[in-house]
């Protein structure tokens, strides 16, 4: 007989100044999909509102870094994203986590999936796509 442990789910949020890609596990923390794209002036509001839905105990919130590993120039409004937040909802733990490469991976990703160049364009499928990989990326990394 099996006993099945439900944990909370992982959020994870690929940061972009107009719109913000999101991804979530199950809550066995083994699946991670594509939830959303929001734009980012309601992402506050939306982690809140999900946050208090789901049960939610972890936000992974993507760090860009460049080759040289210097931080690109939006890490700046990251960071006073992730202040907010902290306030905000101070019982949910938050991390920051390297996301370097993840917004080509999805664009190949969604090329080998075999999605036409007009769907291709949609950078909302590609931002929630990118938030994807870094929460598979994370799961994988707990799993090794």
């Known amino acids: 007989m099996f006993t099945f442990v439900f944990m909370s ?5 690929d940061f972009g100044l107009k719109k913000t890609g999101i991804a979530v596990t199950d809550e066995f923390r083994l699946i991670a999909s594509p939830l959303t794209t929001v734009k980012t ?16 105990g972890l936000i992974l ?17 990251i960071q006073e994203f992730v202040n907010v937040l902290m306030a905000k909802i101070p019982d949910i733990e938050i991390k920051r986590v390297d996301e370097r490469f993840t917004s080509k991976l999805a664009f190949q990703s969604i090329i080998a999936s075999g999605v036409g160049k007009k769907k ?23 799993n090794s």
């Not at 789910?9 to 949020?13: G, L, M, N, Q, T």
């Open 41 to 56: 002036e309601s992402l506050l509001e939306f982690l809140i509102n999900f946050c208090k839905d789901e049960n939610v």
């Open 120 to 142: 291709r364009r949609n950078k909302e499928m590609v931002d929630q796509i990118s938030a994807t990989i870094i929460l598979q990326d994370f799961l994988a990394s707990k």
């Open 9 to 13: 789910r992982i959020v994870a949020v």
């Open 61 to 77: 919130i993507g760090q860009p870094k460049r080759w040289d590993n210097s931080f690109s120039d939006i890490e700046v409004n």
